[in-house]
Nanobody, 123 residues
């Protein structure tokens, strides 16, 4: 089973940027689609972005298209989420996840999850 550790969260003003990282260990990283989800209190964990095994295809939630970019470096066993033009509604606990599928956008299709990293966007 792969272990995932997120980092890079923090406090930022609206319009600012953050880059989240997710380091993987204990598995075959290039055999997993990787994804980012986010969750706020009282709400379901929501899909943000995913990238295929090779990094050649990406898919995003409508709410982040044009602002967020997901990428992966298989040589470093790391996936990234570059977040630009941040809005207060982006405030959430962000989770990294791994799926044995080629690509996945549903929570139930992911096998392993990180512990989460908090992103807070102020007005």
């Amino acid at each position: 089973q792969v272990q995932l550790v997120e980092s890079g969260g923090g406090l930022v003003q609206a319009g600012g940027s953050l880059r989240l990282s997710c380091a993987a260990s204990g598995g075959t990283f290039n055999r997993y689609a990787m994804g980012w989800f986010r969750q706020t209190p009282g709400k379901e964990r929501a899909f943000v972005a995913t990238v295929t095994w090779t990094g050649d295809r990406q898919f995003y939630a409508d709410s982040v298209k044009g602002r967020f970019t997901i990428s992966r470096d298989n040589a470093k066993n790391t996936v990234y989420l570059q977040m630009n033009s941040l809005k207060p509604e982006d405030t959430a606990l962000y989770y990294c996840a791994a799926s044995e599928r080629l690509i996945a956008t549903m929570r139930g299709n992911y096998d392993c999850w990180g512990q989460g990293t908090q992103v807070t966007v102020s007005s």
